[in-house]
């Protein structure tokens, strides 16, 4: 049980890095959010979660 919670914890990460790294944050904020979610595995992604770097909604055309 704890592999499968460890394999989910990974993938959440690993989205969540992908995702800092493809926001609009400043290169110094991109480093951070992954360094905390890196350091704080499960902490880091579900603070990215609630405070992390929205993405900004499309111009309506």
């Given at each position: 049980m704890e592999f499968i919670f460890g394999i989910l914890v990974l993938?959440?990460?690993i989205w969540a890095i992908v995702n800092v790294i493809g926001s609009?944050?400043?290169?110094?904020?991109?480093?951070?959010?992954v360094l905390?979610?890196?350091?704080?595995?499960?902490?880091?992604?579900?603070?990215?979660?609630?405070?992390?770097?929205?993405r900004t909604a499309a111009p309506a055309v």
């Open positions: 993938i959440a990460d609009g944050a400043s290169t110094g904020g991109k480093v951070l959010w905390l979610i890196l350091l704080l595995p499960l902490i880091g992604f579900l603070i990215w979660l609630v405070a992390g770097p929205r």
